[in-house]
Structures are given as C-alpha cells and as structure tokens.
Nanobody, 114 residues
Framework: QVQLVESGGGLVQPGGSLRLSCAASGTRFSINRMGWYRQAPGKERERVASITSGGSTNYADSVKGRFTISRDNVANTLYLQMNSLKPEDTAVYYC????????WGQGTQVTVSS
C-alpha cells in the first residue's frame, strides 16, 4: 500500500524559504513521475511542480524561478525547495505521483504571512 508522508511546512514571512520533504513507501518510487501539489482554502488542488524518473522538471508559471523540485531515488524521498515565498503560496502541500496514486498523505501546511 502506498504511503506518502509530507513534512517541512511552517509559518514563514514573505520572501522567506522552506524545504518540504516527502517520504514515499509501498511503491517503486524511482520509476514514477512525481509531483508536488497544493490546495489553498476554497480552491481546487493544483500541481505546482513535477519531476520524471530521469530528473526532468516542470513547474507551474506561478512558482517558476522560485521553487525547485528534486528527488533521491535511493532514499525514496521527494523535495521541494521554496524560495521568495509569497502570501499566495499559502496552502497545504502534498506529494504524489503524476498522475496521482489516488491515495493522498496528510500534507504539510505552509503559511506565508508577516
């Protein structure tokens, strides 16, 4: 059974940085295209970044140049480095495959506020 455990969120001021981690188990992580998604209050979940098994990345326009997705296929861990954070980045962040496994973790809350 797939398990996804996100961590690293918190409260940060505008312009600050955070690094999110996602530990995956129950899947052949190294072969999956993986992504980071987020859901803000009252909005639908959106994918903000993805990375293929070979390391090719893709970003939503809203985070391009500020966020960096990476992966460690030995540790079965996905990362999201978030810099220059803005209040509109406030959301619960989730990791999952692309397309998703259908099972979601609990997510990690990111709040950007002064």
């Amino acid at each position: 059974q797939v398990q996804l455990v996100e961590s690293g969120g918190g409260l940060v001021q505008p312009g600050g940085s955070l690094r999110l981690s996602c530990a995956a188990s129950g899947t052949r992580f190294s072969i999956n295209r993986m992504g980071w998604y987020r859901q803000a209050p009252g909005k639908e979940r959106e994918r903000v970044a993805s990375i293929t098994s070979g390391g090719s990345t893709n970003y939503a326009d809203s985070v391009k140049g500020r966020f960096t997705i990476s992966r460690d296929n030995v540790a079965n861990t996905l990362y999201l480095q978030m810099n220059s954070l803005k209040p509109e980045d406030t959301a619960v962040y989730y990791c999952n495959a692309v397309p998703s496994f259908g099972v979601w973790g609990q997510g990690t809350q990111v709040t950007v506020s002064s």
